[in-house]
């Protein structure tokens, strides 16, 4: 892997350019980075970074290995629209626009490129993502290699067939939210029973990270370990039949659908739009 060009300048590529360096993936003399207007940001990045930034598209995809297409959805059709005649066989675009499928992206590119698209969530930017990735019919294994390797430094990869990746983002995508949604409701109840702001915060997230890596290295279900905390008659009995009693796991199953079926609602709109906004560029070209 030699270069590698960022199309939009986010938190998100922020995430990626910083674990890419920090992992030594690449050299960052090899990282380019634009977007379409905020030359501030692209000094901000460029300075902090020591990474080429320029608001030359051109310059940016020239001779990348990979093209990182990482704008909002509503931009996609325009920044692959501008960046089509500079990408040229070999290249592999990776998406991490959410809601927009391979088959919007392979028809904005107009040539037959590998693509992948893939879904982090905000967690990049502490190195900690669960991220999915899904390839097209021009993605071989190693393309898909060149795209773990890259999300692997800010986190864990999966790989999944693209019908699931709407399901990753109502559960992995948006999941840090509903834990930070916990995590509100656990501070407002340790001011309730009289426990100082900052001491309160420090115990409820070392008790998270405990609980997570409890679940990542112990070999028992997560309902095993509950129960294991579970005294009769005990004190997390006691909240536990709180929880039961307001169907709060029923509530986060019907959470996570919800969120899994905007994101369907939302893929199925983007993908409309996205086609009417290519139909009008070739009324427009002819």
Do not use: W
């Not at 992992?23 to 379409?36: A, E, H, K, Y």
């Not at 930017?125 to 019919?137: F, I, P």
Request: some cysteine.
């Amino acid at each position: 892997m030699k270069k590698i060009a960022f199309i939009g300048g986010g938190s998100m590529s922020e995430a990626m350019v910083s674990g890419i360096i920090a992992q030594g993936l690449v050299d960052r003399s090899q990282i380019f980075i634009t977007n379409r207007s905020d030359q501030d940001r692209l000094s901000y990045l460029s300075n902090l970074y020591g990474i080429t930034a320029s608001a030359n598209l051109e310059k940016t995809i020239k001779g990348a290995d990979i093209v990182v297409l990482a704008v909002k959805p509503k931009d996609v059709a325009a920044a692959m629209t501008a960046a089509g005649s500079y990408l040229k066989e070999g290249m592999l675009v990776v998406s991490v626009a959410a809601g927009v499928d391979l088959n919007s992206l392979e028809t904005l590119a107009g040539k037959k490129l590998p693509i992948i698209r893939a879904m982090p969530n905000t967690s990049a930017a502490v190195g900690k993502s669960a991220t999915a990735v899904a390839v097209n019919k021009y993605a071989d294994k190693s393309h898909l290699e060149k795209a773990r390797e890259m999300f692997e430094t800010i986190g864990l990869v999966a790989v999944v067939e693209e019908e699931q990746l709407n399901a990753v983002t109502g559960l992995s995508g948006s999941g840090p939210a509903y834990i930070y949604y916990l995590v509100e409701a656990m501070e407002q109840s340790a001011e309730e029973i009289g426990l100082e702001k900052e001491t309160a915060k420090q115990l409820i997230i070392q008790t998270i990270i405990g609980a997570a890596d409890m679940l990542s290295q112990s070999p028992k279900t997560p309902a095993a370990l509950r129960r294991e905390v579970t005294s009769p008659g005990g004190t997390t009995e006691a909240g536990i039949k709180v929880l039961e009693n307001h169907n709060v796991k029923e509530a986060l199953v019907s959470c996570i659908v919800k969120a899994t079926e905007q994101a369907n609602k939302l893929g199925n709109q983007l993908k409309g739009e996205i086609q009417a906004a290519k139909s009008k560029v070739k009324e427009i070209s002819h």
